[in-house]
T-cell receptor, first 114, second 113 residues
């Protein structure tokens, strides 16, 4: 079956703009999580959505937001972009039918803020 | 506050030898641990996991050991192969936090011929 799909793969934005990233989870998966990867910081948890509700949230400012649709697809939005938002944004999906499951990651969206 | 630490940013091992990647954690609420492998320009790929009720889990060439008293886990790869060259991330999940994973900063493994 198809994996986790993230679009776009690459994005260049100007400081102050906003951006929306998209994630389509594996079919049947109801949980979608977002992570930011930067050099030296590793992967940091942004938020998790399950059945269209935000279930967990990391320590990021309110400029970072997300949502999940009824088909489990998810979007994350970053407003008023800063240079430090340049990173690889990864989306992960999980079945949630079993408590001990691993997350399956997409290839990520590489965001560059100039 | 780095709750999951991978203190070795890089590791070089000869092909055929054992690779040992280490991970330390501080949060006693972590009850499930995972290792992911990541190649450049790709998302992390799940390798192996272990529940806190176990101290060892094996899958082919990969074995994860968990020492709860020391809050330490390690990934052993035997024998190491050139295709294993990648960045390895240790991740942990706390009880009741569903899919929220806390990652270490990664260890770059280079397997040389």
């Amino acid at each position: 079956k198809a994996g986790v799909t993230q679009t776009p793969r690459y994005l260049i934005k100007t400081r102050g703009q906003q951006v929306t990233l998209s994630c389509s989870p594996i079919s049947g998966h109801r949980s979608v999580s977002w992570y930011q990867q930067t050099p030296g910081q590793g992967l940091q948890f942004l938020f998790e959505y399950f059945s269209e509700t935000q279930r967990n949230k990391g320590n990021f400012p309110g400029r970072f937001s997300g949502r999940q649709f009824s088909n489990s697809r998810s979007e994350m939005n970053v407003s008023t972009l800063e240079l430090g938002d340049s990173a690889l944004y990864l989306c992960a999906s999980s079945p949630e039918g079993h408590l001990l499951t691993e997350a399956f990651f997409g290839q990520g969206t590489r965001l560059t803020v100039v | 506050d780095q709750q999951v630490k991978q203190n070795s940013p890089s590791l070089s091992v000869q092909e055929g030898r054992i690779s040992i990647l280490n991970c330390d954690y501080t949060n006693s609420m972590f009850d499930y641990f995972l290792w992911y492998k990541k190649y450049p320009a790709e998302g992390p790929t799940f390798l192996i996991s272990i529940s806190s009720i176990k101290d060892k889990n094996e899958d082919g060439r990969f074995t994860v050991f968990l020492n709860k008293s020391a809050k330490h886990l390690s990934l052993h790869i035997v024998p190491s192969q050139p295709g294993d060259s990648a960045v390895y991330f240790c991740a942990a999940r706390a009880t009741g936090t569903a899919s929220k994973l806390t990652f270490g900063t990664g260890t770059r493994l280079q397997v040389t011929l």
